[in-house]
């Protein structure tokens, strides 16, 4: 089955503890992408990635990582997490080819920073 | 940058009639416009998408249009079902060079079909 894959659905943690949430493609897309979802403010890009070892900041990047070693996998680093980045996390994939943007969404990760 | 405006925040219909969710967009630059469905719990999935080039684009019940001279864009739903109960995002974005894409969304229309 076509899909996204993030990991954890929860995570609960502390002010200054350094936490991953993976994401995980199996479309063999070009493109993924991070996104926040917060009440009230819809969907903003933290990070995208067109490519393997080719990342760019979106429009909420403060305070965020990203890496893109392999085209299937593009984690979400948070070095240092603090009480404002609580929040529902999606990731999201593409394709590059033929001009194609519609993404596709994983599950999410609703992470709550104390 | 992109400013999207999604209104209303809330519709309540009756399974069997139509839904219209409205967009406006500020960037004559953008030039796609998807719309998303979420359902409770699950992340969001594209249902339909339109680019400037199309003035409308219909797919079963679900149908887009775009009036890019007023800069919006409108969701209509026919035959409601409860099963189209969630919440909906529109989006607009240029698309830029090299495939670059920072979409901004509108915040959300909840939509509740009553049986």
């Known amino acids: 089955e076509a899909q996204v894959t993030q990991n954890p659905r929860y995570l609960i943690t502390v002010t200054g503890k350094k936490l991953t949430v993976t994401c995980s493609q199996n479309m063999n897309h070009e493109y993924m992408s991070w996104y926040r979802q917060d009440p009230g403010l819809g969907l903003r890009q933290i990070y995208y990635?067109?490519?393997?070892?080719?990342?760019d900041k979106g429009d909420v990047p403060e305070g965020y990582k990203v890496s893109r070693k392999e085209k299937r996998n593009f984690p979400l680093i948070l070095e240092s997490p603090s009480p404002n980045q609580t929040s529902l996390y999606f990731c999201?994939?593409?394709?590059?080819?033929?001009?194609?943007?519609?993404?596709?969404f994983g599950p999410g990760t609703r992470l709550t920073v104390t | 940058g992109e400013n999207v405006e999604q209104h209303p925040s809330t519709l309540s219909v009756q399974e069997g009639d139509s839904a219209v969710i409205k967009c406006t967009y500020s960037?004559?630059?953008?030039?796609?416009f998807p719309w998303y469905k979420q359902e409770l719990g699950k992340g969001p999935q594209l249902i339909i998408d339109i680019r400037s080039n199309v003035g409308e684009k219909k797919d079963q019940r679900i149908a887009v249009t775009l009036n890019k001279t007023a800069k919006h864009f409108s969701l209509h739903i026919t035959e409601t079902q409860p099963e189209d109960s969630a919440v909906y995002f529109c989006?607009?974005?240029?698309?830029?060079?090299?495939?670059?894409?920072?979409?901004?969304f509108g915040r959300g229309t909840s939509l509740i079909v009553h049986p």
């Open positions: 989006a607009a974005s240029p698309l830029g060079a090299g495939g670059s894409y920072i979409p901004t």
């Open positions: 990635s067109m490519n393997v070892e080719v990342t």
């Open positions: 960037d004559s630059a953008s030039n796609y």
């Open positions: 999201a994939s593409r394709p590059g080819a033929g001009g194609r943007y519609e993404q596709y």
